[in-house]
């Protein structure tokens, strides 16, 4: 990491010691979290200041320890008090970890996942699991505020893959990736769906999938489609 003053580079860096695969800063601009591809994430203090020239944080250069996975870290993101940090790895795990407590390395919340993604306010998590699908769980605490989002018959859950917000946060999209290759939109507070299913018809396989900014339009891709 390079620090900037106005605009203008500092003569100081951070290193977290391995290629950073995630970073995010937390509201109030006193810390940063980088995850890296060695299996850590990692706080470091960025030398806050408010108005009136006092301290609000830690001194610029590493806080605490490192906060362990079992793979690379893929996503990370500070609750919106700033007193959470939820980080993601390819070991299929979520951790929460309290803050400042975050050095001690022992995490509060540990759930193991197929696929996760954090959303930009800290405030929720979408989470697959095979046992029991695509769901909508509450941070820091994990608890469940919507799912299956797509139920599937003889109650085995449908697997809905994440691909991306509208850019308010308030909406997402979902491809199901087990037979039917539809893509539906879903609210980002409670998990209904608001729109769907679309696809290019039967046996074309959607790829990707996106929202525009405002979260009125869909953009669909489809292998057969190019």
């Not at 109030?28 to 706080?43: E, I, S």
């Not at 590493?62 to 079992?70: D, F, K």
């Not at 299913?197 to 405002?214: N, V």
Request: proline share 8%.
């Amino acid at each position: 990491l390079q620090g900037y003053d106005a605009g203008a580079p500092a003569d100081r860096s951070l290193r977290h010691g391995a290629p950073i695969s995630a970073l995010a800063v937390d509201p109030k601009g006193r810390l940063a979290a980088t995850g890296g591809m060695d299996g850590t994430a990692r706080l470091w203090g960025l030398d806050a200041w408010d108005s009136s020239g006092k301290a609000i944080g830690p001194p610029w250069g590493p806080y605490g320890g490192a906060m362990p996975h079992a793979g690379p870290v893929t996503a990370a993101a500070f609750s919106g008090d700033g007193k959470s940090l939820a980080t993601v790895s390819r070991d299929g795990t979520v951790r929460v970890w309290d803050v400042p407590d975050a050095p001690a390395g022992s995490s509060r919340l540990q759930l193991f996942v197929s696929d996760s993604r954090i959303f930009p306010d800290g405030k929720r998590i979408f989470a697959f699991d095979y046992s029991v699908g695509a769901r909508l769980l509450e941070l820091p605490s994990g608890a469940s505020v919507a799912g299956p989002l797509v139920p599937g018959a003889k109650a085995k859950p449908r697997h809905v893959q994440f691909h991306g917000l509208d850019r308010a946060g308030k909406r997402f999209v979902g491809l199901l990736r087990d037979g039917d290759h539809e893509a539906w939109v879903f609210d980002a507070a409670d998990g209904k769906r608001l729109a769907g299913p679309f696809s290019f018809g039967a046996g074309k396989e959607l790829q990707f999938a996106r929202l525009s900014p405002d979260g009125a339009r869909l953009l669909l891709s489809a292998t057969q489609e190019g």
